[in-house]
């Protein structure tokens, strides 16, 4: 079985309404098609690497092909875990959690995007409830940081209602026009695992060593 080799595609994170996982190869096509028909409003951008600027096939074709390559670039020291928001079967966009050197840092980052007809139903919110309660309660992360444009108003809303706190500017290039990236910060000391909707992890301890940790 492929989760003999690769237990990541075994492992679940899930809330009442949702799913978070891999995908297999017929559901990361599903979730391109999403991607191909909208993230966001036409003339925003997100995002620090401006990938929804190209046309629809181009995008679908790009979330292939960004999930093959995180799969085959992940070491335990350099990861990056882009599970797949499911509701009743249907992919909704994507929840990454990131790391370096965690064994040692013990410190996360989340990145995420969800389908612009699926927006507006605090999925955001309980997409990543799950994957902080995936990296604190189970991974026992330290610390998770967090970035958004100073216009995303519903990024930080999310952010600040789990508990985060500025963290500092960044300017950067966004389209060829600076810009200024407002960085978050949440200490697992200010984490309210009982806040919103119950979060269940299963699969999780035969991928311990890929994150950096000792077998359970």
């Known amino acids: 079985m492929l989760t003999d080799h690769w237990p990541l595609a075994g492992l679940r994170v899930a809330t009442p309404r949702l799913e978070l996982r891999l995908p297999d190869d017929d559901e990361l096509a599903a979730l391109a098609d999403v991607a191909a028909e909208g993230v966001h409003q036409p003339g925003q951008m997100p995002f620090s690497v ?3 600027d190209a046309p629809g096939p181009e995008r679908a074709r790009s ?7 995180l799969r085959g670039n992940w070491t335990p020291a350099d990861w990056s875990l882009n599970l797949v928001v499911f509701q009743n079967g249907d992919p909704l966009g994507v929840q990454e959690l990131a790391a370096r050197d965690f064994a040692v840092l013990h410190a996360v980052s989340t990145g995420s995007w969800l389908g612009l007809k699926h927006q507006g139903r605090g999925i955001g919110t309980e997409m990543r409830t799950a994957i ?3 990296a604190f309660a189970g991974l026992g992360a330290r610390e998770a940081v967090t970035s958004a444009f100073e216009d995303n108003a519903r990024s930080y809303g999310v952010s600040r209602k789990l508990g985060y706190a500025p963290d500092g500017v960044q300017r950067v290039v966004s389209q060829g026009r600076p810009a200024t990236l407002r960085r ?3 200490l697992r000391a200010h984490w309210r695992p009982s806040d919103g909707v119950p979060v269940t992890i299963t699969g999780l301890d035969p991928c311990r060593p890929l994150f950096g940790l000792d077998a359970a």
């Open 63 to 69: 979330v292939v092909q960004y999930h093959w390559l």
């Open 132 to 134: 902080l309660h995936l």
């Open 50 to 52: 401006p990938w929804t």
């Open 184 to 186: 978050l910060r949440l």
